[in-house]
């Protein structure tokens, strides 16, 4: 069984931060691609970021510059740091893993329970 839990959400006013941590467990051969995704009330879940296992970083256009996503091997955990906050950053935090829990299988894609951001003064 793999878990992935995260932690740090909650709620913090405009131009703050939060940073979000998610930690995977369980049986895992390796770890590929994390990511972090979002979903506000009433439309679809989006990526925010993700970042490959050697460490290359992608980020959706609303959110360059203010959030960072980083990535602890050892620990199999994954981090965003959202700074200069916005309402319209509230939303469902997801983290996503596709990885391997043994050596000769495809990688997968898991995820974990979702941990809520709100902005607001």
């Known amino acids: 069984q793999v878990q992935l839990v995260e932690s740090g959400g909650g709620q913090v006013q405009p131009g703050g931060s939060l940073r979000l941590s998610c930690a995977a467990s369980?049986?895992?051969?390796?770890?590929?691609?994390m990511a972090w995704y979002r979903q506000a009330p009433g439309k679809e879940r989006e990526s925010v970021a993700a970042i490959t296992s050697d460490g290359v970083t992608i980020y959706v256009d609303s959110v360059k510059g203010r959030f960072t996503i980083s990535r602890d091997n050892a620990k199999n955990t994954v981090y965003l740091q959202m700074n200069s906050l916005k309402p319209e950053d509230t939303a469902v935090y997801y983290c996503?893993?596709?990885?391997?829990?043994?050596?000769?299988?495809?990688?997968?894609?898991?995820w974990g329970q979702g941990t809520q951001v709100t902005v607001s003064s």
């Open positions: 996503n893993a596709h990885l391997r829990q043994w050596r000769f299988e495809a990688p997968r894609d898991y």
């Open positions: 369980g049986s895992i051969f390796s770890i590929n691609d």
